[in-house]
Nanobody, 117 residues
Framework: QVQLVESGGGLVQAGESLRLSCAAS????????MGWYRQAPGKQREVVAT???????VYADSVKGRFTISRDNAKNAVYLQMNSLKPEDTDVYYC???????????WGQGIQVTVST
C-alpha cells in the first residue's frame, strides 16, 4: 500500500503562484508514474501533469508553459509549481501514483486551490 498526502494549496489572486507537494509513504519502491489531477464539482477528474520515475513529463495543454511538475525520488515526493494562475485553475487537486505495470493506482485526499480575480 502507498499513502499520498498533498500540501500547499490555498487561495491566491490571478497571476500569482502556488507550489503543491505530495509526499508518498508505504510501499514507495513499487511506484512508477506520479502525477497531478484536478476536478471541479460536477466534472470529471482531468490530468494536469505526470512524471515517470525517470523524469519523463507530460502536461495538459491548458497548463503548458505555466505549470512545472518535478519529482524527488529520494524523498518520495512529487511537486507542482503553478505560475501565472488563472481563475479557471480553481479546482481540487489530487496527487496520483501508479505502480509498475499499472497494476495499482493510489490517490491522495485532494487539496483545494482557489484563484480569485
Amino acid at each position: 500500500q502507498v499513502q499520498l498526502v498533498e500540501s500547499g494549496g490555498g487561495l491566491v489572486q490571478a497571476g500569482e503562484s502556488l507550489r503543491l507537494s505530495c509526499a508518498a509513504s508505504g510501499s514507495v519502491a513499487t511506484i512508477d508514474v506520479m502525477g497531478w489531477y484536478r476536478q471541479a464539482p460536477g466534472k470529471q477528474r482531468e490530468v494536469v501533469a505526470t512524471i515517470s520515475r525517470g523524469g519523463f513529463t507530460v502536461y495538459a495543454d491548458s497548463v503548458k508553459g505555466r505549470f512545472t511538475i518535478s519529482r524527488d525520488n529520494a524523498k518520495n515526493a512529487v511537486y507542482l509549481q503553478m505560475n501565472s494562475l488563472k481563475p479557471e485553475d480553481t479546482d481540487v487537486y489530487y496527487c496520483k501514483a501508479v505502480s509498475r505495470f499499472g497494476t495499482t493506482v493510489y490517490w491522495g485526499q485532494g487539496i483545494q486551490v482557489t484563484v480569485s480575480t
